[in-house]
């Protein structure tokens, strides 16, 4: 069983700054590919950011030269570091990872609001 734990959101105002972490059971951040989604009122989840067990990243376009997303693997941790934030990033963002299926987080909001 995949348990993928997010923390980090909370209210900032447009412009700041935010770093997001998803801490998962087991030595899975190493080994496989992770991925932060975010889902905003009345809205499909959609992808924001990944990053390949070599190390590759990519990012939504919406979000690319903002937000950086890194990991640790001997925390197993991955991060999302979203730096001039606007109102349209404002969501509940999940971690996931695809093990033989999807697992999701519960996800931690970020509010973006002066």
């Known amino acids: 069983q995949v348990h993928l734990v997010e923390s980090g959101g909370g209210l900032v105002q447009p412009g700041g700054s935010l770093r997001l972490s998803c801490v998962a059971s087991?030595?899975?951040?190493?080994?496989?590919?992770m991925n932060w989604y975010r889902q905003a009122p009345g809205k499909q989840r959609l992808f924001v950011a990944t990053?390949?067990?070599?190390?590759?990243?990519n990012y939504a376009d919406s979000v690319q030269g903002r937000f950086t997303i890194s990991r640790d693997n001997p925390k197993n941790a991955v991060y999302l570091q979203m730096n001039s934030l606007k109102t349209e990033d404002a969501a509940v963002y999940y971690c996931?990872?695809?093990?033989?299926?999807?697992?999701w987080g519960k996800g931690t909001q970020v509010t973006v609001s002066s």
């Open positions: 087991g030595s899975i951040v190493s080994g496989y590919t």
């Open positions: 996931n990872v695809f093990i033989l299926g999807n697992y």
């Open positions: 990053i390949t067990s070599r190390g590759t990243t």
